[in-house]
């Protein structure tokens, strides 16, 4: 394992090693060797099951972090593979060559996130949302109550309750904040 | 009877459609039924028509799943008249099985105008009435009676079997009193429930009215 | 002369329609019955009784607005053609004149083509409806047809020679006098074929692909809706009850009574439902090649076995 | 075969080259949303030649709520009480590997005795999740009886989800920091009495759907999974255990207390429906094992609520976890990355049929007849919320 880590440090420059969990390791990886590192993986080191691939929108950062979750059956180990791109030119190479489901999660992220996946198949066609007319709504500036409110309206006496402020104004005045 | 395409003021635009496809679809309006002359008939046909619920087999949200513990053997809603059809024609009952997405709601919207009337639409749960815990869901509409006439809502998250067979029976007591006109109501307000539906689909690529 | 002839035709009219009646409350009263034992078979109550009438009620009282042609309308009433042109030439009663219908010197040809006809009548129809499910059905039924009636026809052909009439009167008077002269026991094996090719014609499992709702919701019968699904659901109970006379009267001895009739045509009608309640259906090539094989066999068999033993 | 599906080999996975509808030669065909025979809410655009599918497309997107942004507007607990939605046959799932999160980047440690109740919660969802997939199955080959008695009888194990939880369908049982309640007085001779009864339908269930030539004639040889397909396509579950993959995560990084509990990997051979199907119902019989020897091994008394802190105030230091379980399907996972706020930061949900609905049941889908549409699909154990959530 530590061997394998170094090796990648060493071919491909992955930075930010950190040991999560048991069995889970996180790094980051360039853009431009991920692919050849995801292929690496998978024939060499044994990590042939793409557990899934997501995406965190960074946007204090203008970043999107694209997740790559590995799993080696043989050795018990998953490791999450980290791509920064940038959210101005949110293009990513596709690897739906390498898994047979990996068209169909850049196919959403594309829809969620409006990363662009030049080469991957039906990556344009609708996936969950159907005549989609905003910003892609996984992305943190999209409001999701906001467009709500406006889009489909909301019936009147409907009322909406922050917790902590219904406990302590309705529920428990007399406890004070009970902060900890 | 074969009134497929009628050279009135008063037709649909169907301007979702290109022009191959306004050849294929009907722009007729849809006309409200109007109950039979004499009462006594149209109090047996509402008996019957209670007493025969076809409900469509389209498991629209996760309401579905209480459905079939509904329909076999524990609840056996055969015993009331209930059965499962699967295709709209001949189906008289729409569950919507709670929460609605935009992209189902086309799919309920198209299956719901081609069922044959009498028809009634049951909901389930709180989803159909304000959004319930999707409220600020950008994919789940909120109020559904905006889209359709809903002529009965269950309550509980899931609606537990029993409470259907309730409702059911619930159901059964309006068409008998002869209250349950939402399907009359839809053909009323047409242009309104229609302004709603374009509101909230976005590409409306049939016709206004599936017959 | 004339006039007698007409009032001979006239009461002979009049009495098929209450044949037809209460062989139509029969088959809609022994679906609700069937309905409900397999309903207790897994496990449920079932319908009521009245469900059937309740169900026909329904679609006659709802409404269309859907066009789909002439021979969309024609189809259900072609269906329903078939089913009462089939009644109308089997002997209900034996040896009651009042339920004996147009029963004639050469009825059973007459009844096999009627047989089809409604069926393909039904085709037609449903065809026009544009619907793809239906044209599938279509597509499967008429081939799982032409295959059950391959080992029903020779099956048919075999007590023709047998009885060497093809009258079904006078077949089921060549069976009279206890059960011992019954087509099942003395032509065992076109018995056994006409009884394979019966599942089909029932459309139980394993034989209901063509309506499959898992599958092809619900074939044919998909864009039928409010008076025409009305008719359909009339015919079936019609149809079925007719069905099962015929099969009654040709192989186990007919009935000289109501009773007699509604005890042996229920017996009959449990085959299918045995083996409905216990078996998953076959996919059409499945159950094509099934006909092709054993059933045919059988019925081939059936006509050796006339030929070498009987009319020996 | 093989030459109709236009892969070489397991590694092919190219999308299939279009065929040319103007011929006229082929129907388009839309199974779903509205038809009985699809599982959920989804549907299939078909392209036939004949009865045979020559091209097969998936088309998910029906049930889409959201959860993943709704839940990063949601404070920890506020979330608890969603995540059950995601997933209606199998909520149990969604809320232990919730918790199990949240509690792996929050440090919380959990009393033994809530860990047995997880157990015993996650093994009734999996046998009631089987009974209803037992009459899927037989009803996608239009055999009604079956059906009918499993899911009167998951009704049964839904009564003891009842008794334990309070609620039928969605249970909101395990909660973050442990379990919600106890066991009830009397539970267990319930319990027991249920899975034996349970046992005896499957023995009955065996019989008359496995054992029939007609079942066995249709499933066998459907939509074969090869040992070589499982690692490219991301197959899980049973779905690869049927081709003799030996992975079950439950026994390859155990969680809970299945270190603790008796029982061996099932495995089969060549991974058909057939396969599928009877590696399912063996595995309900584990199942059933699994549950009772929960019911002998569970602490009777002690705390099964870890000291929380205000749940109203809750932070989790920033931080980032893969959780994952055995569901009836395969691998479910959490994914989560937390900030350090009171929101989480993302979740993603991995459900086993993104990759069985879709890429699978795509590829396997090729070349059967149109008839067998329905089979598959249930055999391949599909459920559409987990993909679109």
């Avoid at chain 4, 499957?202 to 054992?211: K, P």
Wanted: net charge neutral; proline share 5%.
């Amino acid at each position: 394992m530590k061997d394998m880590l170094q090796r990648l440090q060493r071919d491909f420059n992955i930075s930010d090693i950190t040991e999560r969990q048991l069995r889970l390791t996180t790094f980051h990886v360039k853009k431009q060797s991920a692919e050849t590192l995801l292929r690496e993986l998978r024939d060499r080191e044994g990590y042939t099951h793409l557990n899934f691939m997501t995406c965190i929108d960074y946007i204090e950062d203008d970043i999107f972090t694209l997740v790559y979750m590995l799993h080696n059956y043989d050795k018990k180990n998953t490791l999450g593979i980290h791509v920064n791109i940038s959210r101005d030119d949110e293009a990513m190479i596709s690897i739906h060559t390498l898994w047979a489901q990996a068209w169909t999660y850049q196919r959403e992220l594309r829809e969620m996130y409006g990363i662009r996946f030049p080469g991957s198949p039906r990556v344009d066609e609708d996936f969950c949302l159907e005549g989609w007319d905003q910003i892609p709504p996984m992305r943190r500036e999209f409001d999701t109550k906001k467009f709500s409110e406006e889009r489909f309206g909301h019936r009147a006496g409907r009322q909406s309750e922050q917790p902590r402020k219904h406990m302590k104004v309705e529920l428990y005045p007399n406890r004070g904040g009970d902060e900890k | 009877m074969f009134k497929k395409t009628l050279n009135t003021e008063d037709t649909l635009k169907n301007s979702g459609l290109t022009d191959e496809e306004q050849q294929l679809f009907s722009n007729a309006r849809p006309q409200a039924y109007e109950p039979y002359p004499i009462k006594a008939v149209e109090d047996f046909a509402n008996w019957a028509r209670a007493n025969s619920l076809w409900i469509l087999a389209f498991g629209t949200g996760c309401g579905a799943i209480e459905l079939r513990p509904l329909m076999t053997a524990r609840f056996d809603a055969n015993r009331f008249g209930v059965a499962g059809r699967p295709t709209p024609r001949q189906s008289s009952v729409f569950v919507i099985g709670g929460y609605a997405s935009v992209k189902t709601l086309k799919r309920i919207i198209r299956s719901y105008e081609q069922m044959q009337g009498p028809k009634f639409v049951i909901a389930l749960g709180i989803c159909p009435v304000n959004g319930g815990m999707y409220f600020d869901s950008y994919n789940t509409v909120n109020q559904f009676d905006q889209y359709l006439p809903v002529d009965l809502y269950i309550t509980g998250c899931m609606p537990r079997p029993e409470v259907l067979v309730a409702g059911i029976m619930e159901l059964q007591k309006k068409i008998k009193a002869g209250e349950c006109n939402g399907a009359n109501l839809y053909v009323e307000n047409f242009d309104w429930y229609k302004s709603n539906q374009k509101k909230v689909i976005k590409n409306w690529d049939m016709p206004d009215y599936n017959w | 002369m004339i006039v007698e002839g007409l009032g001979g035709w006239l009461s002979k009219v009049g009495n098929f329609s209450l044949t037809l009646l209460i062989v139509t409350t029969y088959g809609l009263l022994m679906g609700a019955f069937i309905e409900r034992i397999i309903a207790k078979v897994q496990g449920r109550i079932g319908i009521p009784y009245r469900q059937p009438f309740i169900n026909i009620l329904k679609n006659f009282f709802k409404r269309t607005a859907i066009s789909h042609g002439v021979m969309f309308y024609l189809g259900p009433v072609f269906r329903i053609a078939g089913g009462i042109g089939t009644l109308a030439f089997v002997p209900v009663i034996y040896g009651d004149e009042m339920f004996s219908n147009f029963s004639m010197a050469g009825d059973l040809f007459l009844v096999i083509y009627f047989m089809f006809f409604g069926q393909l009548g039904m085709a037609l129809g449903a065809g026009e409806s544009g619907h793809p499910y239906s044209a599938i059905g279509i597509a499967r039924g008429l081939s799982q047809m032409t295959a059950y009636e391959i080992p029903f026809a020779l099956a048919v052909i075999s007590i023709v020679i047998q009885y060497d009439t093809l009258s079904i009167t006078q077949i089921v008077a060549a069976q009279q006098g206890g059960w011992q002269n019954w087509t099942v026991v003395t032509n065992w094996v076109a018995t056994l074929a006409a009884m394979l090719a019966f599942l089909g014609m029932m459309g139980y499992s394993p034989f209901d692909i063509f309506l499959a709702p898992q599958e092809i919701p619900i074939g044919p019968p998909t864009e039928f809706h409010s008076a025409y699904l009305g008719l359909m659901q009339l015919n079936r109970a019609l149809f079925g009850a007719t069905k099962l006379v015929l099969f009654m009267n040709l192989f186990f001895g007919g009935a000289t009574g109501w009773v007699e009739l509604m005890i042996k045509t229920f017996l009959i009608y449990m085959v299918a439902i045995v083996i409905g309640v216990a078996f998953p259906r076959f996919r059409v090539d499945q159950g094509i090649r099934f006909f092709f094989k054993i059933p045919t066999l059988i019925g081939i068999m059936s006509i050796i076995y006339v030929q070498m033993v009987l009319t020996s | 075969m093989t030459q109709l599906t236009g892969h070489s080999s397991a590694l092919d996975f190219a999308q299939p080259e279009p065929v040319d509808m103007a011929s006229g030669k082929y129907v388009k065909l839309w199974q779903g949303p509205q038809h009985p025979g699809i599982t959920g809410n989804m549907s299939l655009e078909l392209t036939l030649d004949g009865d045979t599918i020559i091209d097969c497309k998936t088309h998910v997107g029906y049930l889409h709520r959201g959860f993943e942004k709704l839940m990063e507007r949601r404070s920890f607990i506020q979330n608890f009480t969603v995540v059950c939605r995601i997933a209606v046959p199998e909520p149990t799932f969604n809320e232990y590997l919730y918790s199990h999160a949240v509690e792996q980047l929050s440090g919380i440690k959990i009393p033994e005795r809530a860990i047995w109740l997880r157990t015993m919660n996650l093994e009734l969802m999996r046998l009631a999740s089987f009974l209803m997939w037992i009459g899927g199955m037989s009803g996608a080959f239009g055999q009604y009886t079956v059906p009918n008695w499993t899911t009167a009888y998951r009704d049964f194990v839904l009564d003891l989800f009842e008794e334990m939880t309070g609620a039928r369908i969605y249970h909101m049982y395990i909660v973050p920091g442990g379990v919600r309640a106890g066991l009830p007085d009397g539970f267990e001779k319930r319990a027991r009495d249920i899975m034996d009864g349970a046992e005896k339908l499957l023995d009955q269930v065996e019989r008359v759907m496995f054992n029939n030539a007609v079942f066995k004639a249709r499933s066998k040889g459907l939509g074969i999974i090869t040992p070589d397909m499982i690692d490219p396509y991301g197959i899980v579950g049973p779905n690869a255990r049927a081709c003799g993959v030996e992975r079950d995560i439950r026994k390859d990084e155990p969680y809970l207390a299945y270190d603790q509990l008796n029982f061996e990997t099932i495995t089969g051979k060549d991974s058909d429906a057939y396969e599928r199907a009877y590696l399912r119902l063996q595995e309900t019989r584990q199942c059933i094992s699994l549950i009772r020897q929960c019911l002998d091994k569970a602490p009777k008394d002690g705390p099964f609520q870890a000291d929380m802190p205000n749940v109203l105030h809750w932070k989790i230091p920033a931080g980032e976890t893969y959780v994952k379980a055995e569901c009836t399907r395969g691998e479910y996972g959490y994914y989560m990355v937390t900030d350090g706020s009171e929101f989480v930061r993302r979740v993603h949900v991995r459900g086993p049929s993104y990759t069985h609905a879709i890429a699978v049941m795509e590829r396997l889908a090729v070349g059967n007849n149109i008839a067998d549409i329905a089979g598959l699909m249930v055999s391949l154990h599909t459920y559409p919320p987990e993909i679109e959530r």
